[in-house]
């Protein structure tokens, strides 16, 4: 018996029988809740979900053995049972786009909508809706422009992601995290901190794109896109999305450049995009022209690269900025930096006189250069202080809004923000920054509670023996950088000339 057999036999062994006769061993008092095919719908789903994986492994192994050619024939994946799955993918609590239609909403006559939506899609009579322009509050206090898609949009644009994904996870480079399956940012930050501490690396280039999901253009994008994917309805599709553009005041307005940040296909391109722009550039760099070592990590429009020598350093990213101006790209002034930085940045800069090592922010962490408690080199990482102090204030200010709520409502709710932050910052040599925020949670919990009335004087002890009853006491979730590294990644790249050193610089390598 085969593999598809066998699964076959499990999914026909779990199907209820409608007329199926009670065993004499069951009591007399019959089950509640449904008779027959209970979870039906739950059975078809198992079955999409299946069917899709078998699809979609089909697609990722032959785009694995056959690196150079191109997949003519890929919108026929995109069926009933792609569509179905792709709804059962997205976030059933998102906001609705223009249409208005919300998830629960296009639910509740689900069969009827995908054999449409379907329909519409293979005969061409499908139209992409411009997108819902929403802005959320960046740490700096700026504006972030997120495009708020329209449902039908959005399933078709997962179900597209997934089949685009399959052939594009076989060409995206190791040292590449942003938006990509099993890569969390956690993972970014062990191969960016084992690639420091275990090389030589003695200077950091902390380099980020101005505004790239707003700045890409839609030409070059379009021109990459066509180097694997030579199904024109394909092609078609993502130049649909580009093209909607995004509603404003009521009128609609269409750019030549940009993703969309905020759309479920988005992520996608600007991997595409960022892999032929830079990866396979930087790579060959590395192998050809850096005289040093080098360590690299990207995550979506953020880059570190760590370099042995400076000389390299100044030369990469002097031909960098030229290479992204080449595709319409631009680094952030303030926000690109060349720092010393590594193992015996330290020693080096005293030296010459120096204060200490600079310090550079990577997904929410401050990377510092310390000392572990027997004197060896440390490389440290800390909770930034404007993202804690933006998560505080909000927490402040809804403590303020919710201080008539019961405590238990209250107490809830916080337990869930501070399990929540802890989940992402509990990480090793960062003991002291949940520490401190768990104590500021506290504080403005106690300051809420003082002001529901002018009679009310709630005690300091008191609110501790709640927070120690309902907050989770800070201690740290992750294990260190190098031991997860090494688990997920338990062996260096074929053709290393230094080993796990050089792996990390390139992450996992397929």
């Known amino acids: 018996m085969n593999e598809r057999e066998k699964s076959?036999?499990?999914i026909v062994a779990m199907t209820p029988v409608n007329k199926a006769e009670h065993s004499a061993a069951e009591p007399e008092e019959r089950r509640t809740g449904t008779e027959g095919n209970a979870g039906q719908q739950s059975t078809r789903r198992a079955q999409d979900r299946e069917s899709v994986s078998q699809a979609l492994s089909r697609v990722r192994k032959v785009a694995k053995e056959r690196k150079k050619e191109r997949f003519t024939a890929l919108f026929h994946h995109l069926d009933v049972s792609m569509l179905r799955t792709a709804f059962f993918a997205l976030k059933k609590d998102a906001a609705p786009g223009v249409d208005g239609v919300t998830w629960e909403a296009y639910e509740a006559d689900l069969d009827s909508r995908i054999e449409d939506l379907h329909s519409r899609l293979h005969r061409g009579a499908y139209r992409a809706q411009p997108a819902r322009r929403r802005f959320i509050p960046k740490p700096d206090g700026r504006q972030r422009p997120l495009a708020v898609v329209a449902l039908e949009d959005k399933i078709v644009q997962r179900a597209t992601a997934a089949v685009l994904g399959a052939i594009y996870e076989e060409e995206f480079l190791g040292f590449s995290y942003g938006f990509r399956p099993k890569r969390s940012q956690h993972d970014a930050l062990d191969a960016l901190m084992v690639g420091i501490a275990g090389t030589r690396v003695s200077f950091v280039l902390d380099a980020d794109i101005r505004s790239f999901f707003n700045e890409v253009s839609q030409e070059w994008l379009v021109c990459f896109v066509e180097h694997r994917i030579g199904d024109p309805r394909i092609v078609r599709l993502i130049q649909k999305w580009l093209k909607a553009g995004v509603l404003e005041d009521g009128e609609q307005v269409v750019s030549e450049k940009g993703t969309g940040q905020g759309s479920v296909i988005s992520p996608l391109l600007a991997n595409v995009y960022l892999h032929y722009v830079f990866d396979l550039w930087a790579d060959r760099w590395r192998r050809r022209t850096a005289k040093g070592n080098m360590v690299m990590v990207r995550y979506a429009d953020d880059i570190v690269v760590g370099f042995e020598r400076e000389t390299d350093a100044r030369l990469f990213l002097?031909?960098?900025r030229e290479r992204l101006r080449e595709f319409s790209l631009t680094l952030h002034p303030e926000k690109t930096r060349l720092i010393e930085f590594g193992r015996h940045a330290a020693t080096n800069r005293a030296k010459r006189g120096l204060g200490k090592p600079e310090t550079f922010n990577f997904l929410g962490f401050t990377l510092i250069c310390g000392k572990s408690r027997r004197g060896r080199f440390l490389l440290?990482?800390?909770?930034?202080?404007d993202r804690m102090r933006a998560k505080l204030q909000e927490i402040k200010e809804t403590l303020l809004r919710q201080r008539h709520q019961p405590i238990p409502k209250q107490g809830d709710w916080l337990r869930q923000v501070v399990t929540g932050f802890f989940a992402y910052h509990a990480v090793p040599t960062n003991g002291s920054a949940i520490g401190a925020?768990?104590?500021?949670?506290?504080?403005?919990?106690?300051?809420?509670?003082?002001r529901r009335s002018q009679k009310d004087r709630v005690s300091w002890p008191r609110v501790k023996k709640l927070a120690d009853e309902w907050l989770p006491?800070?201690?740290i979730l992750h294990p260190w950088p190098s031991e997860r590294f090494a688990v997920?990644?338990?062996?260096?790249?074929?053709?290393?000339?230094i080993g796990l050193v050089r792996f990390c610089a390139g992450g996992a390598q397929k």
């Open 437 to 450: 925020f768990r104590y500021r949670v506290i504080t403005f919990w106690h300051a809420a509670l003082r």
């Open 318 to 320: 002097e031909e960098m």
């Open 488 to 497: 997920k990644h338990p062996r260096w790249e074929p053709d290393a000339r």
């Open 8 to 10: 076959d036999s499990v």
């Open 473 to 475: 006491m800070p201690r």
């Open 380 to 385: 440290k990482r800390k909770t930034r202080r």
